[in-house]
């Protein structure tokens, strides 16, 4: 089974909404571990419009399981990462007008920059995962540039309208799960996941962690944290890995 990272970003959005202490997503990784998520991810972006830099050092302090710090790949956030020593960093694009990460970051472009930053990351003992796109060029530079891991984006496959669509973008992630692990790169799969059509993703052999945040905080609202995150863990737990 794919294990769960739940991604605690929107619980900082609420907070951020009125510039307050509540609530505290320290609080809610807390009750994510005890739900049955295998790690706490967070993204602390340059314009810190939700995760903090005082909740990356008291969730470094708090989190249990594993801590994966999502950053792009600036000096600074290089540096950041450095102090705070999460097991795994994985390395995002980031514009600030976006709402949230609309695509994979392009390794082939900035193969330099990229792999400046992974090297001094792996250096320090940090696994380092690039999230990109479900493609063969953008794969294959990530394992020239010395990552650990990819995330594959789940965007394609999340937005799709119609079963034709679907299929093709779960096709196009197998695919690229298989040429990852084939590499010796471990593979990830994240973005706009839900309880609804998790399943399809979940089901991909090879698969190793997947990265959910928005659909579990939502629920997390109605029903509480620890919940939502055990009914993901409880989908999960029910699918089998296609032969």
Partial sequence: MARLQVNIDHVATVRQARRTIEPDPVHAAVLAELGGATGITIHLREDRRHILDRDLELLRQTVKTRLNLEMAATDEMVEIALRVRPEQ????????????????LDVVGRSDAVRAAVQRLREDGREVSL????DAAQTAASSDVGAHAVEFHTGGYAEATCPEDRHREVLALETSIRRAVTGGLVAHAGHGLTYQNVAAVAALPGLHDLNIGHSIVSRAVLVGMERAVADMVAILEKVAPVA
């Fill in 131 to 134: 999230f990109i796109d479900p």
């Fill in 89 to 104: 960093v994985t390395l995002v694009p980031e514009k600030r007008e976006e709402l949230t990460t609309e695509g994979g």
